[in-house]
């Protein structure tokens, strides 16, 4: 078998359940509805009494409850049962090659890898072949270290993005594995969609996997020889935490290999169309809108002009990569939209994001800003602009893709809360699973 590892990946040792049911066995992403324990109730209910991979994890709505050191602990010893118990089926050295058909009918592909944990890194203005999309929190860190120490399994919610215009890896990938017979095919809980995987093991398909990553790698190799391999869509806390498990572990051991130095992903073309990225907007209370607005322009450039309605603005902000549109009220109580064209390059947010800090930080220390999905949000919170409690909503375009990984490898990690991948529902799943810690 070839090695993977200039491309800082492996083949892993696939854990897949035995003849259980998967719409019960599948749980979402623990970092989802953290401020909805009726989700994870209603999960709960869904699993009942079988073999789940709810019993796996630890939903993050729970990481401050008094009970999480017992929940913990019965993680642990779940974990231990299901392989004691004969609940997984032998392991298989294999790539898994997904299809996700989530709740809005989009189908997401994508090719379920180890990572190599030492090809990460989440600093910034990092030359790994993995890189952080966002800001890591390193607060947020050791609590998930709690839970992946020791475990002797793990699951992957962890989505990386690859930059693959021609479709060249996981969609061909996928090609070759769909000639078998797939090795889960299930409705998810919650209506969240089906989900189909099909393993990718023979010699052939796991030679053109290569060829494929090569090509790759020359065409995102820049001047100074670095290479920009992956970059972590969702999950990056968890591949931070992985990480810094890896490294303790390291240092304590003495050794350079083991299966705690890989951790489970999925890899997603960037430019799959069943992958949706949408902005995360802006909403600054306390503030004047023109002033806010002049202070952006004066920083970043562009061109301000007056639209009519708000059905103007939002048109002109989405069908651009580097316009921004700010709604607020006039002093007579009447709506305000406000339209700010650049010509910049980068994606938008990560030039917009310091000005608003530091706009907070020197001109408008009683500011806040808070962060909102969907543009209807950023009109209905706009509308409420008065001369008691001043508000602004920035509405920001739309991500673009064929700029993500070129802003992130000059500029480095973006802003935090600058886009997401899809409705909530549509994060990944727990499924397949691989031994950790023995």
């Given at each position: 078998m070839k090695s993977f590892t200039e491309f800082g990946i492996k083949v892993p040792e696939i854990l897949l359940p035995k003849n259980k049911d998967m719409s019960v066995w599948s749980v979402i992403a623990c970092d989802q509805y953290t401020q909805d324990v009726s989700y994870w109730e209603r999960a709960s209910d869904c699993a009942g009494s079988k073999p789940s991979t709810l019993n796996l994890i630890l939903p993050e709505v729970y990481l401050a409850s008094p009970d999480r050191?017992?929940?913990?602990?019965n993680i642990r010893k779940t974990m231990n049962d299901y392989i004691a118990e004969g609940i997984f089926d032998d392991a298989k050295d294999e790539f898994i090659y997904v299809e996700r058909k989530t709740g809005y009918g989009r189908i997401r592909k994508g090719l379920v890898?180890?990572?190599?944990?030492?090809?990460?890194?989440w600093k910034p203005m990092s030359k790994a072949l993995i890189r952080a999309t966002e800001a890591t929190i390193e607060s947020r860190i050791p609590p998930r270290k709690e839970i992946r120490k020791n475990a002797p399994l793990e699951s992957p919610h962890i989505m990386l993005l690859v930059n693959d215009p021609k479709h060249s890896l996981v969609e061909k990938t996928g090609e070759m594995a769909k000639k078998n017979s797939p090795v889960y095919d299930s409705d998810l809980m919650l209506n969240a969609g089906h989900i189909t995987g099909w393993a990718v093991s023979s010699e052939e398909?796991?030679?053109?996997v290569h060829s494929a990553l090569e090509d790759l790698k020359k065409d995102n190799t820049a001047s100074?020889?670095?290479?920009?391999?992956?970059?972590?869509?969702?999950?990056?806390?968890?591949?931070a935490t992985a990480k810094a498990v890896w490294d303790e572990y390291k240092a304590e051991t003495g050794l350079t290999d083991s299966p705690v130095r890989y951790a489970l992903v999925e890899i997603v073309n960037i430019y799959d169309e069943g992958l949706t990225f949408e902005p995360i907007h802006r909403v600054l209370f306390n503030t004047d809108a023109d002033a806010l607005a002049s202070y952006v322009q004066g920083t970043i450039g562009g061109t301000i002009y007056s639209c009519s309605s708000a059905e103007e603005l939002d048109a002109k902000v989405k069908n651009s990569t580097a316009s921004f549109g700010?709604?607020?009220?006039?002093?007579?109580?009447?709506?305000k939209f406000?339209?700010?064209e650049t010509s910049i390059k980068e994606l938008a947010v990560s030039r917009l994001q310091p000005v608003l800090d530091k706009y907070i930080e020197c001109c408008k220390k009683d500011a806040s800003i808070d962060?909102?999905?969907?543009?209807d949000e950023v009109f209905r919170l706009g509308a409420q602009d008065s001369k008691e409690n001043r508000t602004v909503s920035i509405l920001l375009p739309p991500?673009?893709?064929?700029?993500?990984?070129?802003t992130i490898n000059s500029r480095g990690p973006l802003p935090r809360k600058s886009f997401s991948m899809g409705e909530a529902s549509e994060k990944r799943f727990y499924l397949e699973c691989r031994k950790l810690f023995s």
């Open positions: 050191t017992e929940r913990i602990k890898v180890a990572v190599d944990l030492d090809s990460y890194e398909e796991l030679n053109k100074d020889g670095s290479t920009f391999m992956f970059a972590v869509g969702d999950g990056n806390h968890s591949l700010f709604v607020s009220k006039t002093e007579d109580g009447k709506d406000t339209l700010l962060y909102i999905h969907g543009s991500v673009a893709k064929d700029s993500f990984f070129a």
